[in-house]
């Protein structure tokens, strides 16, 4: 496995538990702040798995 396969697996897997981690909290009747900062990290964490599989697959085609 490459570097950039590793990378991207990563990112696409922090998104995951970041998920997860924010549909347990709304499942149990967590705070909805915890709620909203998950929320937040999880557009975070897709916009910078997003950029870097665009950057992995221009770099392999370049």
């Known amino acids: 496995m490459t570097f950039s396969n590793t ?3 990563v990112a ?6 970041v998920l997860l981690l924010g549909l ?3 499942l149990r009747g967590g705070s909805a702040n915890a709620s909203q900062r998950l929320m937040r990290l999880r557009v975070i964490l897709q916009f910078v798995a997003i950029v870097l599989i665009v950057i992995v697959l221009w ?3 370049g």
Do not use: F, K, P, Q
Not at 12 to 17: E, H
């Open 24 to 26: 347990i909290n709304m």
């Open 59 to 61: 770099w392999r085609n």
């Open 7 to 9: 990378l991207v697996s």
């Open 12 to 17: 696409v897997g922090a998104v995951a538990v």
